[in-house]
């Protein structure tokens, strides 16, 4: 399986990137929200964490292998979770996440279902299976940062989500644990572990 590429991007269209390695040039389908995010990129070096499948109907003899590629490798993982819930796949998601990761995380989370159907080719019926197979499995993606945004603060990603999990703990229902740790975040603060990530936590809810 191919995990990741590297190379020049030789030019964007409105679903793929061609990517030209050595004396080679790969097509890598991507979704807009990483396209947007190359879209300033054209002519320089850039890598794509990437999934492998085959598209088509085995039956017809008709299969063709495809690249998908991500600018951030959790969105990576983010799509391949997508892609398993009944009547998404690839194609849909791809069409689908128009939107950064966290905000189709959040909406999961909160079981917003009117807007995953703004989503395009999500409808109501698709909208409550996604909602009803990954809610549980969204926490870490809905304290995501957007990746076309600066990161707000000086703190690594697990670190975040071990201190929204503790806040779970501590009786906070995940809407609110999600506002802490972003209120937190927004501060632009160094934090170098759980202790002084949340002790910022509490500092911000009693100001």
Not at 18 to 27: Q, R, S
Request: some cysteine; charged content about 30%.
């Amino acid at each position: 399986m191919i995990t990741k590429i590297k190379g020049r991007l030789v030019a964007l269209q409105v679903e793929s990137a061609t990517i030209g390695v050595a004396a080679f040039e790969y097509e890598v389908l991507v979704p807009d929200s990483s396209r947007r995010r190359l879209q300033e990129r054209i002519g320089e070096e850039v890598s794509l964490h990437t999934i492998d499948y085959v598209e088509g109907n085995p039956t017809q003899g008709r299969l063709t292998p495809r690249l998908v590629g991500f600018t951030d490798e959790v969105e990576r993982e983010f799509f391949e979770l997508f892609c398993s819930v009944d009547g998404v796949g690839v194609r849909k998601a791809l069409r689908a996440m128009v939107r950064p990761v966290r905000e189709i995380a959040v909406a999961i989370v909160e079981q917003d279902g009117k807007l995953l159907e703004t989503l395009p080719g999500i409808g109501a019926a698709t909208a409550d299976r996604i909602i009803a197979k990954l809610k549980r499995k969204m926490s870490r993606y809905a304290l995501m940062v957007a990746g076309d945004a600066p990161r707000p603060a000086d703190v690594a990603q697990d670190v975040v989500q071990a201190v929204f999990q503790a806040l779970l703990r501590l009786g906070h229902s995940e809407p609110d644990a999600r506002r802490m740790v972003d209120q937190a975040l927004a501060s632009k603060k160094k934090y170098k572990d759980e202790e002084s990530l949340l002790k910022s936590v509490y500092e911000a809810a009693q100001a």
